[in-house]
Every structure is written in C-alpha cells, then in structure tokens.
T-cell receptor, first 112, second 115 residues
C-alpha cells in the first residue's frame, strides 16, 4: 500500500522567508502528485498538480518538484506571507481506483 | 454550480443513530470519490464511483458504511449505528473521465460529530 510522509509536521517562519516542505512516497508507480492547502475547518484547495512525466510546476510564489524514481516531492514557497499560514497536504494518485493517498500534512505558521 | 457541494456542512448525532451525507459533484464529472479525514490526519480513501456503480469500495471501514449514486450524479454516504470513532470530516471529490491524470476537485466537507 502506498505510504505518504510529510516532513516537518509543523513549521514556523518569519514573514519574508523562503521555505521548503517535503513529501515522500513509497511506491513510485504514480500517475501524478498534488499539493493542497487546507485552512482550519475548511476543505482542500488544490495548489499544484504534477503529472508523473513532469519534473516541476510553478504557480506564482509556489514551485513544486517531483522526483518519481526516488519517491520525493518538494513544495517551495518564496517570500512567505502571513496569509500562507495553513496546513499543506501532499497526495499521490495511484491504485486501482486512482484514488489519492495523502500525507498527514505540514502545518505552516508565518509570523508577521 | 461551479464546484463540488456537500450537505450538511455540520452534522451532530448521537451514538447509534443513522446519518446520510450528500455530495453534489461538478456537472459532467463521472468519477466521484469519498474520503474521510480524522483530526490531525490526511484524508483517507473510502469509495470510488465511476458513473452509477461503486468501482472500488475497498476503503470503507466496515459494513456500517454504504454509499450510493443511483443516477450517476449526486451521491449519498450512509452510516448506520454511528460510533464515536466515526467523528471526522467527510470529503467528496469529483473528476472528469479520460484517464487517471485528471485533477480531483474537492468539496468543503461535512463535519460529523457523534456524541
């Protein structure tokens, strides 16, 4: 069964700092990888989707990379802002149902 | 509607009661998923529909859980004899067909509390 791990579990940074969130997965036979943002008590907002044939995707201050062979992805956030404070979830798609396998998330706090 | 909608947004029930949670996918999306997210955890897969049929229900934790999608659009997740351990946020997602590469779009979730 696919296992997804996210490190660190929590992270606090001062405003303006660049930061990296890490995600690893055990089975490299994935279709794609997705990064989500989740605010407290809210649903999931998709940030970036990387297909298995791609190496990275960028959206604004966010850049996600994928190294499928080593089972790793990173989410880079540039010039962090207090509004970036949320939980960030990594998920990979695979399996017979093509369902998503999620990590437990990284809770990010950006201090003004 | 523009996105996936779920009702109710919050549901409080007593142990042993029956509950139904509803999901309205994006129009035209034939694939529909239910996930459950416990406090401090990532969402976990429950069941997948392709059209009207449950193509994969391997994530359902036990036979108290059941889901239907009779007309290939709206889906209802049904939980019998609820237990306190069923308390979680239940998320629904939908996507178009055309292969596994398409993005899943999530609804806001239903927060279920079993007292």
């Amino acid at each position: 069964k696919q296992e997804v791990t996210q490190i660190p579990a929590a992270l606090s940074v001062p405003e303006g700092e660049n930061l990296v969130l890490n995600c690893s997965f055990t089975d490299s036979a994935i279709y794609n990888l997705q990064w989500f943002r989740q605010d407290p008590g809210k649903g999931l907002t998709s940030l970036l989707l990387i297909q298995s044939s791609q190496r990275e995707q960028t959206s604004g201050r966010l850049n996600a990379s994928l190294d499928k062979s080593s089972g790793r992805s990173t989410l880079y956030i540039a010039a962090s802002q207090p509004g970036d404070s949320a939980t960030y979830l990594c998920a990979v798609r695979g399996g017979g149902a093509n369902n998503l396998f999620f990590g437990t998330g990284t809770r990010l706090t950006v201090i003004p | 509607g523009a996105g996936v909608s779920q009702t109710p947004s919050n549901k409080v029930t007593e142990k042993g009661k029956y509950v139904e949670l509803r999901c309205d996918p994006i129009s035209g999306h034939t694939a529909l998923y239910w996930y459950r997210q416990s406090l401090g955890q990532g969402p976990e897969f429950l069941i997948y529909f392709q059209g009207t049929g449950a193509a994969d229900d391997s994530g359902l934790p036990n036979d108290r859980f059941f889901a239907v999608r009779p007309e290939g659009s709206v889906s209802t997740l049904k939980i019998q004899r609820t237990e306190r351990g069923d308390s979680a946020v239940y998320l629904c997602a939908s996507r178009t067909t055309g292969g596994p590469y398409n993005e899943q779009f999530f609804g806001p979730g239903t927060r279920l509390t079993v007292l």
